[in-house]
Structure formats: structure tokens, C-alpha cells
């Protein structure tokens, strides 16, 4: 069974700052792995989408890195800003049936 | 990308009550999911709408508490069945049917209170 662990559950970063959110998961047979952001009380927004045989995904500010073979993957935000604020979820694609395994999220706050 | 929309947004319902929340996306999707995310908790998959079919359900959810239908490839619907307050939680819908990436895309969430 496929369990996704992000660590820690909450951050807080000074404006500026550059930092790292971790994923890790224990069945490296995946197809994709998947960033979102969620917002409090709101849905969930893709940021970033690493399919298995990439090993990193850019967008903006954000850079995603994946290493199937140990399980992990990183979220790379650099110069944070205080609207990055939110939850961020990893999430893994297992299986023929596009079933999305989430972490519990990691939830930043950047403060001004 | 694919806009979804749900409805109702949130609301408060009275245990033993049922409650349908609509999902309808703005394009022809092959796969539409539902998830349960409870206070504090990561995403759970309830199951997999098939159009055409009765729904995929995931281990720990039945259809007799949560039946969905699929009528058409842009629109499902949920229910919460006789609702208990361990029912509460936020009720996501996301669609995946672009062939050429595997990306998907969630709902806003229906917000549900049972007192």
C-alpha cells in the first residue's frame, strides 16, 4: 500500500527566504508525482507535475525535483513571499487508474 | 485545464440527513474522482465516477452511504447518507481526461458540518 509522508507538518520563513518541502513515498512504482497548493477552506491548485520518467518540473519561482528510486521528491521555493502562504500537498499516482495517494501537506507561512 | 465547479460551497446539516453535492466540469472528462478530506487529515479517495457505469469505490467506503451518479462526461454528484458528525469534512471532486498529460484538477470543495 502506497504511503506518502511530507515532514513537517508546518513551517514558518522570514520573506526571502528560499527554502525546500519534502515528499517522500514508499512504493517507487509510480507514474507521477504531483504538487498542489490549498489555500485555507478552498480546493486544491496544481503547481507542478512530475511524470515518472523526469526528474524535474519548473514553473515560476517553484522547482520540483523527483528521485523515484529512493522515493522522494522536492518542492524548491525561492524567494518566498508572504503569498505563498498555504498548504502544500504531494501527491503520487499509483496503478492503472489514475488513484492520487496525498501527504498530510506541509503548511508555510512567510512571514512579512 | 479543466474548470470544475461544486455546489453547494458548504453547508450545516442535521445528523441523519442526506445531503447531494453536484461537481460539473467545463469540458468532456474520461475520469471524474471523489475525495474526503477530514479536519486535520490528508485527501482520501471515496471512489471513481464511470460514466456509463456504477462508481469504483475504495476500501472503507460503500455505496449504500455514499452513492454516486455519473449521468453525462462533465457532470457527477455525491451523497452523504444518513449523516453522522463523523461525517464532516470537506468533500473534493477532480476530473482527469487530457490524454496527452496525466494531470488533475480539483474542485473548490464542498465544506460540510453535521451537528
Known amino acids: 500500500k502506497q504511503e506518502v509522508t511530507q515532514i513537517p507538518a508546518a513551517l514558518s520563513v522570514p520573506e526571502g527566504e528560499n527554502l525546500v518541502l519534502n515528499c517522500s513515498f514508499t512504493?517507487?512504482?509510480?507514474?507521477?508525482l504531483q504538487w498542489f497548493r490549498q489555500d485555507p477552506g478552498k480546493g486544491l491548485t496544481s503547481l507542478l507535475l512530475i511524470q515518472s520518467s523526469q526528474r524535474e518540473q519548473t514553473s515560476g519561482r517553484l522547482n520540483a525535483s523527483l528521485d523515484k528510486s529512493s522515493g522522494r521528491s522536492t518542492l524548491y521555493i525561492a524567494a518566498s513571499q508572504p503569498g505563498d502562504s498555504a498548504t502544500y500537498l504531494c501527491a503520487v499516482e499509483t496503478g492503472a487508474n489514475s488513484k492520487l495517494t496525498f501527504g498530510k501537506g506541509i503548511t508555510l507561512s512567510v512571514r512579512p | 485545464s479543466a474548470v470544475i465547479s461544486q455546489k453547494p460551497s458548504r453547508d450545516i446539516c442535521q445528523r441523519g440527513t442526506s445531503l447531494t453535492i453536484q461537481c460539473q466540469v467545463d469540458s468532456q472528462v474520461t475520469m471524474m474522482f471523489w475525495y474526503r478530506q477530514q479536519p486535520g487529515q490528508s485527501l482520501t479517495l471515496i471512489a471513481t465516477a464511470n460514466q456509463g457505469s456504477e462508481a469504483t469505490y475504495e476500501s472503507g467506503f460503500v455505496i449504500d452511504k455514499f452513492p454516486i451518479s455519473r449521468p453525462n462526461l462533465t457532470f457527477s454528484t455525491l451523497t452523504v447518507s444518513n449523516m453522522s458528525p463523523e461525517d464532516s469534512s470537506i468533500y473534493l471532486c477532480?476530473?482527469?481526461?487530457?490524454?496527452?498529460?496525466?494531470?488533475?484538477?480539483f474542485g473548490p470543495g464542498t465544506r460540510l458540518t453535521v451537528t
Open positions: 477532480s476530473a482527469w481526461g487530457d490524454p496527452t498529460s496525466p494531470e488533475q484538477y
Open positions: 512504493d517507487s512504482a509510480i507514474y507521477n
